[in-house]
């Protein structure tokens, strides 16, 4: 494996433990926000392991996933989808209060059990 795939990797795994220490403090919107960035860094360092190019700079996941040419199955694929959409509001909220009655701590809960299992699925494929 190449370095800059494995730092990708390292800094993947980085920021789930971030998003677990958000959440364990109850910051629910940047556990979800980390996980995002955590799932983004793992596809960036699949899209290097095979193209030996830098990755595009976007927070895109279904355009990386598009990129890398890696079509996950239902349950994953709908996960992906769901934290894509959720990805502008929680950069950037409209209504914080609102975000925060949506990403509540079993929403959340379940969205970093999905994402951790995620990421084992693509490095499975490394």
Known sequence: MEKQTKEWLRQSDYDMDTADYMYGGGRY???VFMCHLAIEKVLKGFFYERRREIPPKTHNLIYLLNKIEIK???KP???IVKLSEASIPIRYPD???KLQ???TKKIVHDILVEGKEFIQWIKQKL
């Open 29 to 31: 919107i940047y556990a």
């Open 72 to 74: 996950p199955s239902d």
């Open 77 to 79: 694929g709908k996960f």
């Open 95 to 97: 209504d914080l209060s």
């Open 101 to 103: 009655k949506t990403y």
